[in-house]
């Protein structure tokens, strides 16, 4: 697929702005090996602490799942279905089973939640959210790629017990991660006057 075009081809622009507006979800079937390596994870990471953080809670966390331990995590999520769910087919629980092993990293993000007088819980999760794809652009931005997808296991306790949230934290998303085909998707993004207006009071 062709590079999306540069949404402000005359402006002088630094790399660090330029590889934000490159980024793109890769489709967890287009992620391969080699996934990132502990030190490109710690990088990640350390981006995601850099979002804004009020009250310097610190609520971002991230659990890496790998290697044969996705084989493991998908048998809990197709458990955790079928106790949702008695009905549910065979088949639909194989693809339940099957989906950590996508791509060669699944990364459960999520927001640990405290209770605080001044800081709200949704306020924990935005400062959560905003670290989730700062550690995203940060591994886009060294090569790879990642998908941010969700499922209703996120809201599933037996699922949270297993990755070692508490109940009241907050499991915000799965991660796919990988190094992407060489043809990744770029798709065309709209322009940027859609998403800004100047105010004018009455």
Known sequence: MPEAPFPLAEAPVNEAVRALLARASVPPRQLHDPAPDAAA????????????????????????????????????????????????????????RLKPLRSPLLVAAGAAIRAHPKIPAWEQEATAAAGIMNFINALDAMGFGCCWLSSPALQDLSIKAALGFAETDRLLGWIYVGTPEAERPRPERPAPQGFWRDWQPA
């Not at 350390?46 to 084989?71: C, K, N, S, T």
Request: glycine share 8%; charged share 25%; hydrophobic share 50%.
């Open 41 to 96: 994870l710690s990088l990640a990471v350390a981006a995601a602490a850099r979002a804004p953080d009020h009250g310097w809670l610190r609520p971002w966390r991230f659990v890496g799942i790998q290697g044969e331990d996705r084989a493991k995590f998908g048998d809990l999520l197709a458990q955790a279905m079928q106790a949702r769910a008695p009905d549910t087919p065979e088949a639909r629980l194989e693809l339940e």
